[in-house]
């Protein structure tokens, strides 16, 4: 794997290596994510320590006050194999605490079938209600106005056109709706946070190659994570796209980072 040396350019989407047009870049990733869906819980979990399911449940955490709702409808973007969704069905159940109570199901997304699938096997398995669809997340199938919630987990930096999946979750979102992302980022400065930049960079990859099959999905993740812009990057897009309390959370010496807001009220 190269160690990245000056700063990597930073595009307005993602563009795996070897790709140049959108096109290229959104079909690359479908099919990078399809095939290591078979590993893709069992690595998440191993190659950080289990703590995704943690960053995964506090951003579920964040939005109770929606989740409590019982016609809160909700859409989690780049499911993958559904883990947020999980997380906030888990959050939504102790909230209502009436299994039955709730109008809407929570609904999961993503252009990789064996992602879906898998997601929706883990439904079954759990009798959970979510339900989840095969969508494109730069053109959902879904009407405008239609959520008070959309989130999205480590799917976000995938996309080949970042300000054009913030337009597409405030066109589907209902007005004073919110949106959760929560991102890789580069970490901060510090002895830990350079041991974990070195780990990202170094091990990771490696291993991930290793156990899945696949070396271009785990060198691509922290090829993607360092052209990712970078949280106040982020922050300005939203605001120019028309959220409003834009903020933003970090864990994880600044490695892991919610960005929240929400659409003005009409
Ligand atoms: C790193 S996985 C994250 C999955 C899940 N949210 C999680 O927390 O584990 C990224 C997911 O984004 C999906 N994805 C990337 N670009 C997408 C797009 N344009 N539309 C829908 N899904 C997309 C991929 O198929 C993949 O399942």
Same mark, same amino acid.
């Given at each position: 794997?190269?160690?990245?040396?000056?700063?990597?350019?930073?595009?307005?989407?993602?563009?795996?290596? $070897?790709?140049? #047009?959108?096109?290229?870049?959104?079909? *690359? !990733?479908? +099919?990078?994510?399809? =095939?290591? %869906?078979? /590993?893709?819980?069992?690595?998440?979990?191993?190659?950080?320590?289990?703590?995704?399911?943690?960053?995964?449940?506090?951003?579920?955490?964040?939005?109770?006050?929606?989740?409590?709702?019982?016609?809160?409808?909700?859409?989690?973007?780049?499911?993958?194999? $559904?883990?947020? #969704?999980?997380?906030?069905?888990?959050? *939504? !159940?102790? +909230?209502?605490?009436? =299994?039955? %109570?709730? /109008?809407?199901?929570?609904?999961?997304?993503?252009?990789?079938?064996?992602?879906?699938?898998?997601?929706?096997?883990?439904?079954?398995?759990?009798?959970?209600?979510?339900?989840?669809?095969?969508?494109?997340?730069?053109?959902?199938?879904?009407?405008?106005?239609?959520?008070?919630?959309?989130?999205?987990?480590?799917?976000?930096?995938?996309?080949?056109?970042?300000?054009?999946?913030? /337009?597409?979750?405030?066109?589907?979102?209902?007005?004073?709706?919110?949106?959760?992302?929560?991102?890789?980022?580069?970490?901060?400065?510090?002895?830990?946070?350079?041991?974990?930049?070195?780990?990202?960079?170094?091990?990771?990859?490696?291993?991930?190659?290793?156990?899945?099959?696949?070396?271009?999905?785990?060198?691509?993740?922290?090829?993607?994570?360092?052209?990712?812009?970078?949280?106040?990057?982020?922050?300005?897009?939203?605001?120019?796209?028309?959220?409003?309390?834009?903020?933003?959370?970090?864990?994880?010496?600044?490695?892991?980072?919610?960005?929240?807001?929400?659409?003005?009220?009409?």
């Amino acid at each position: 794997m190269t160690v990245q040396t000056g700063k990597p350019q930073k595009l307005p989407g993602t563009r795996p290596d $070897g790709t140049r #047009t959108e096109g290229e870049a959104s079909a *690359r !990733v479908r +099919e990078m994510f399809s =095939r290591i %869906a078979p /590993r893709y819980d069992f690595l998440n979990h191993a190659l950080s320590f289990s703590l995704d399911k943690v960053w995964r449940r506090r951003t579920a955490r964040k939005f109770r006050r929606v989740l409590r709702r019982t016609d809160a409808r909700v859409l989690d973007l780049c499911c993958g194999t $559904g883990d947020l #969704t999980f997380a906030m069905e888990q959050v *939504r !159940v102790h +909230e209502i605490r009436d =299994r039955g %109570a709730h /109008r809407f199901p929570l609904i999961g997304s993503d252009f990789a079938q064996p992602m879906l699938d898998r997601a929706r096997r883990k439904a079954a398995a759990r009798s959970r209600s979510t339900v989840f669809t095969a969508a494109d997340a730069l053109h959902l199938p879904f009407a405008e106005a239609s959520f008070d919630l959309v989130t999205s987990a480590f799917g976000f930096r995938n996309l080949v056109n970042y300000e054009r999946g913030l /337009r597409e979750i405030a066109r589907v979102l209902k007005p004073g709706g919110e949106v959760g992302i929560l991102e890789f980022s580069e970490p901060g400065a510090g002895p830990m946070a350079g041991l974990f930049r070195f780990y990202f960079r170094n091990v990771l990859p490696h291993v991930g190659a290793a156990i899945s099959g696949n070396s271009e999905a785990y060198t691509y993740l922290p090829g993607s994570v360092a052209r990712f812009p970078v949280p106040k990057e982020i922050t300005a897009l939203m605001q120019k796209v028309g959220f409003t309390l834009v903020h933003t959370t970090s864990w994880n010496f600044r490695s892991v980072v919610l960005h929240t807001a929400r659409l003005p009220q009409d």
